[in-house]
C-alpha cells in the first residue's frame, strides 16, 4: 500500500483534472442517491466522520476526526485520511492525506455543477470570495484553472481579518468595499465557517451565480433566504440537502422556495436542466463521499 502525503496530492493533479474526474462519474451514469450517508461517530473528544464509496470497480472510504467546538488543542480543526480499496478484492492499495484530498474535491465540485453556466460566456468575470482560508483560495485557482483561455477573471477576497501574507487582493467583511465587490460579483463563493449568514440579496445581481461550501449542518448557513429566493437552486443530491444543507432547508423552512423547485446536480451536468444565464444561480455543496472516490481515483491514474 502507497502513502501520498499532501504535497504530492496537490502536485499530482491539476484542478482541471479534479472536476473532470467528478463530471465524468456524473455522465457515466453514477445516481448520487445510491451514495452511502456519511457517518458521524461522537468520540469522548470530537467526532469521527466517515465516508464510504464504491464506484465503478473501485472502493474507498474517508476517515475524519473532527475537533470539538471550543478545542484548545493546537492541531487542525480536521484531519484524516483516505483508504482507497480494490472493488473486488478490497485490499488497501493507496492512503492519500485528506486533507489534500478535501482541497481538491470541494472546489471540483463546486465548479463541475456550474463549468457549463460558466464557459458559455467569454465576457470577464469578476469574482468575490468570502473566505481566505484553504478552500477560498482552492475556489479561486480552480475557477483560474477551468477558464483559462476562456474568459479573464479577477478576484477579490472578503475577511473579516488581515491575512498574512495573502497573494490576492482582499477587503474587510461589512465595508462598502465589500459591498461593492459583491455588485459587481458574477460569481461569488461563501466557503466560511460562519453558521449564521453573511451574505444577503441586497448587492447580489440578478444573474449572479453563487457557489456555497462552508455550511454542512441543517442547522448553519451562509445565505440569507432571500438569496435563494426566485433563484435556480442546485444541490448535490436531495436526501444529502435535506440532512446537511441548512442554507436550503431553512430557506424552505422560511417559505423562500420548495423543495420541488431544486435541481440536482446530475441533472445540470447531463444537460438535463439547462441553468438560465439571466437567472440567479444558487449551488449548495455538502460534500459526498463518491465525490472524495472520483478525485482519488483521478489522483491515483497520475500516480501510477
Known amino acids: 500500500m502507497r502513502y501520498v502525503d499532501y504535497d504530492e496530492a496537490m502536485a499530482a493533479l491539476p484542478l482541471k483534472a ?6 465524468e462519474a456524473l455522465l457515466s451514469g453514477f445516481d448520487p442517491p445510491t451514495d452511502p450517508e456519511r457517518q458521524k461517530v461522537a468520540l469522548p473528544h470530537g467526532e469521527m466522520h466517515l465516508l464510504p464509496s464504491a464506484l465503478d470497480g473501485a472502493v474507498g472510504v474517508k476517515v475524519l476526526g473532527i475537533q470539538p467546538a471550543g478545542s484548545t488543542i493546537d492541531v487542525p480543526l480536521v484531519q484524516g485520511a483516505y483508504l482507497l480499496m480494490g472493488g473486488e478484492t478490497l485490499t488497501p492499495q493507496w492512503l492519500i492525506d485528506a486533507a489534500a484530498l478535501t482541497t481538491l474535491r470541494t472546489p471540483a465540485v463546486s465548479v463541475a455543477g456550474v463549468l457549463d453556466l460558466l464557459r458559455a460566456s467569454d465576457a470577464p468575470l469578476h469574482v468575490a470570495i468570502f473566505g481566505t482560508g484553504a478552500q477560498g483560495r482552492g475556489h479561486a485557482e480552480t475557477i483560474s484553472d477551468v477558464l483559462d483561455g476562456v474568459r479573464d477573471v479577477t478576484f477579490t477576497f472578503i475577511s473579516r481579518h488581515e491575512p498574512d501574507g495573502f497573494p490576492y487582493r482582499w477587503v474587510h467583511a461589512g465595508t462598502p468595499a465589500a459591498d461593492q465587490c459583491v455588485s459587481e460579483a458574477g460569481l461569488v463563493v461563501t466557503a466560511t465557517s460562519s453558521p449564521a449568514p453573511i451574505l444577503n440579496a441586497n448587492n447580489l445581481r440578478d444573474n449572479a451565480i453563487i457557489l456555497a461550501v462552508g455550511a454542512h449542518t441543517v442547522d448553519t448557513r451562509e445565505l440569507s ?13 436531495l436526501g444529502a440537502a435535506r440532512r446537511e444543507a441548512g442554507d436550503v432547508a431553512v430557506g424552505v423552512e422560511k417559505r423562500a422556495l420548495e423543495w420541488d423547485d431544486v435541481v440536482v ?4 451536468v447531463r444537460g438535463d ?14 460534500g459526498m463521499p463518491w465525490e472524495d472516490l472520483a478525485v482519488a481515483r483521478a489522483l491515483v491514474g497520475r500516480l501510477s
Open 273 to 286: 436542466v439547462v441553468l438560465d444565464p439571466q437567472r440567479r444561480v444558487v449551488f449548495k455543496t455538502v
Open 265 to 268: 446536480m446530475a441533472d445540470v
Open 225 to 237: 433566504e432571500d438569496v435563494l429566493a426566485s433563484a435556480q437552486v442546485v444541490v448535490e443530491d
Open 18 to 23: 479534479a472536476v473532470e474526474a467528478v463530471r
